[in-house]
């Protein structure tokens, strides 16, 4: 998984390098915000000509994804609402399959350490993108745009859809298509 996040932000290092964002603001902008699409959407919307305003909109409206995640773990995390509401600050998509059980409770633990361990790799692939992203010719022959499918084909196997019960093979189908129909969409685009 860190390997995949680290490929993710070189990636973003990259595209950030590209457009025009100096190896530490993009380096910041890792560290403080940590949020991928958000931070691909917030310079893409930038590099188009887009305000900050935009940008800022356009990174809420795709962190609003965290609402119903921290929504669903809360329940598993001691403490009143204000001690709950700073342990949901490290949920990411991939912490948050992960500590998923069985049972439909969360491994808390098991979140804050995968969590530290993406948050790591992030911001030091974000670092080598950003200060080596200017040495590629073309960057786009790496395939860094396959970063999110493979990103998100690692979360497979542990893929689960609790509403289809114990019908895993379904859910395992569901998952595989969904899969397959992204990956050919960015393919497309």
């Known amino acids: 998984m860190a390997v995949a996040i680290g490929l993710l932000g070189v990636s973003f ?3 950030a390098q ?6 530490l603001l993009a380096l910041t902008m890792s560290a403080l915000v940590f949020s991928g699409s958000a931070q691909f959407t917030a310079v893409a919307i930038v590099a188009g000509g887009g305000g900050v305003g935009a940008a800022i909109a356009g990174a809420a409206l795709m962190n609003s994804r ?3 995640m921290g929504v669903a773990i809360a329940p598993w995390l001691p403490g009143g ?5 700073l ?3 490290v949920v990411v998509d991939a912490s948050w ?5 069985d ?4 491994d808390r633990w098991l979140m804050f350490g995968c969590s530290a361990i993406q948050y790591v790799a992030w911001t030091v692939g974000t670092a080598v ?6 040495l590629l010719e073309d960057p786009a022959a790496l395939g860094l745009d396959a970063a999110y499918p493979a990103f998100f084909l690692a979360l497979l196997p542990r893929g689960r859809v609790h509403t289809l019960g114990e019908d895993r093979r379904t859910a395992r189908r569901c998952d595989c298509r969904g899969s397959f129909r992204s990956h050919r969409l960015v393919c497309l685009s």
């Open 97 to 101: 399959a992960l500590a998923l059980r």
């Open 87 to 89: 342990q949901g600050l």
């Open 66 to 68: 965290y609402l119903p």
């Open 81 to 85: 609402p204000l001690r709950r509401a």
């Open 103 to 106: 049972d439909g409770s969360f």
């Open 129 to 134: 993108g950003a200060s080596a992203g200017g």
């Open 13 to 15: 290092g990259v595209v």
């Open 18 to 23: 590209q457009a025009g964002l100096s190896s």
